[in-house]
């Protein structure tokens, strides 16, 4: 068994110091959902960028960076995300040593909403933003995943007319976009899912209505497509059995490389707005379901059918030395929280 870091010792014994004996991280400094999220240094930097704060409503959308540092256990802010508006649903991921934070989209005062195909990168060091290449097809609401330190994969969304299925593959090195092969179920967005072992796991989400009614209704497919060593817009797609669990929209999902695992956790029933409503203006609940997909294994794992605190729409799990966590999002009784959830383990 590999010995722990000296970094690693340090950010366990602050956040332990921190904690008093509680199970807990300190919550960040504001109450967001609907926020993107992203890590880097192995899980010992965290980042929680814009999202929507307790008002839930168009001007309490924020472009505020929440950082923590589990080597000091402390929050501190970050240079705000460029721009006049901040954004809801966007995506983030940590790679390179920068965090890429893609599209997602903005509210107006009419409750209009836009999705951008804005692509902008955080340099830590500095706290510089410098913008990238457009998303070809500006998408909310994706799943995303980083291959190989390099490749960053943008999964299904939705775009100005609907979810999309299209996978989209931004290389970092050359600040150039390509499409691989699209996603082989129905166009969904708000679906969970993650990347790890060259394999991108996606589940369920929201899809159009065809049947009349409400606009989109949840989809209960699950998938798995492997990325070609040689291609990387090369994916083997193949279903899924269903995953253990109730929820099908919003569930918070998040790969952990150590472990062999994409994890998920929350979610509700059925598609619901930022505002935590219904298509029939009923409250939607987190599930308190967390559960996994184990890569070596090949089979779904039930983690715990009664996670405290359960969550929706927090923009990913991260893996961290302490555990896969999640930042913020939406809580019981529709509730825009700051606090941090550690999640179960096996």
Known sequence: MKKLSFVLLLALSAILLLAAGESRIPSMPAAVSSNAVASLKGGLQLFSLMGVGPRKTWDDIT?????????SGKWNDGRPVPGVAGRLGASAVGANG?????????????????????????VPQGQRWYRAADIPVPVDSAV???????????????????????????????????????????????HAGGLTDDTIVYIDGAMKNTAGGAPFVASQECWQGKIDRKDPNKIEWSKLPSH???????????PSEREHRIYFSGGTADPHNFKGLGYDSQPAEPSPFTFAYNLHGKRWETISENTPDPRTDSRGILATPLGPLILGGMAKNQ???SRVAILPRK
């Open 63 to 71: 472009n505020q960076v929440y950082v923590m540092n589990l080597s």
């Open 98 to 122: 920068q965090v890429f934070l893609f599209g997602g989209y903005v509210v107006d005062g009419q409750g209009s909403e836009i999705t951008v195909s804005d692509v902008n990168a955080y």
């Open 144 to 190: 995303i995943g980083v291959n190989r330190d390099r490749y960053i994969y943008l999964v299904g969304g939705r775009s100005k007319n609907g979810p999309v299925n299209n996978v989209q593959v931004y290389d970092l090195e050359k600040d150039s976009w390509s499409q691989a092969t699209p996603l082989p179920g129905a166009p969904v967005f708000g």
């Open 244 to 254: 253990p669990g109730p929820a099908h929209v919003g569930i918070v999902g998040g």
């Open 335 to 337: 509730a825009v929280t």
